[in-house]
């Protein structure tokens, strides 16, 4: 996965060492490739990683916001494989970003609403502030999470709000299972080689390009070819076939996330068709 930035790690990624799965820079055409809609309004910095301010089609204005970003971006460090985190307490702040990529404020978490990284990579903060808030605020509205899966074909941008800079590609298919180190996720999104994401992209929203809704959550790529390996995942398929694909980043789909979302923006796991891991 693209390891969060610290310390070292943090002084070679501005030193241009790629530091983990996801990439660099875009093509000089890019910027036609990408919606006039996809822009920095409601990503945020976390202190290592990317992540943005989220809805479920069902939000209110009145619900706290969430922040969405990866389990392996969590202050609390990597959470075990199986271990799934619900309503933990957290103070954790982040900087909310306008359409050009300026920071205009701090958001705060009261909790971490929900964490794993099973299955899939994905962390939700709620914020002790509500949507009607920050736009109130800020006027930044939240990226709405696409209740549909995406397909093949669809073009995409990944926006970092850590590195301020978006990665235009399509999705090039699906990786059964995408297997790094003790983890495994499924049914997890391929990127075309375009977007070459880099360390601290990751948690950034995967847009549809077309609709301006997040369907995926960037998260890793395979730096070195090195098959299955921390920082070197491979694809596995229903027969057990390994694929190494050198080069290659991911993102974890978000749809799944939506029928997980209840009243009052809460993560209730035992709703009709949430199939989220549970603690």
């Not at 530091?19 to 309004?41: G, L, Y």
């Not at 009145?62 to 971006?73: I, K, R, T």
Request: glycine fraction near 10%; proline fraction near 5%.
């Amino acid at each position: 996965m693209k390891k969060p930035l610290v310390g070292a790690f943090l002084s070679a990624l501005l030193l241009g060492a790629g530091v983990a799965p996801a990439a660099a820079a875009t093509s000089p055409d890019a910027p036609e490739v990408r919606a006039k809609a996809v822009t920095f309004a409601g990503t945020v910095a976390l202190s290592n990683c990317s992540g943005s301010v989220v809805r479920a089609p069902s939000s209110l204005p009145g619900d706290p916001a969430l922040v969405l970003s990866n389990g392996h971006c969590l202050e609390t460090g990597f959470p075990a494989p199986g271990q799934v985190l619900l309503n933990r307490a957290s103070t954790r702040s982040f900087t909310l970003l306008n359409a050009a990529g300026s920071g205009v404020g701090t958001l705060r978490a009261s909790k971490i609403a929900y964490g794993t990284m099973t299955d899939t990579d994905v962390s939700l903060y709620q914020l002790t502030r509500t949507y009607a808030q920050i736009e109130s605020s800020y006027g930044i509205k939240a990226l709405e999470l696409d209740s549909a899966r995406p397909v093949q074909g669809t073009a995409v941008t990944v926006a970092s709000g850590y590195w301020k800079r978006t990665y235009s590609c399509a999705v090039d298919g699906f990786a059964y299972r995408l297997k790094e180190g003790a983890w495994t996720w499924k049914d997890s999104v391929r990127y075309t080689s375009a977007c070459q994401t880099i360390g601290g992209t990751s948690g950034s929203p995967v847009i549809n390009d077309a609709t301006g809704k997040v369907v995926a959550v960037n998260n890793t790529g395979n730096e070195d070819g090195q098959r299955c390996t921390d920082n070197n995942p491979c694809e596995v398929d229903q027969n057990g076939t390994v694929t190494v694909r050198k080069g290659i980043n991911y993102a974890q789909q978000t749809y799944g996330i939506v029928p997980c979302i209840g009243t009052g923006n809460q993560i209730d796991l035992n709703r009709t068709g949430c199939a989220l891991p549970r603690p």
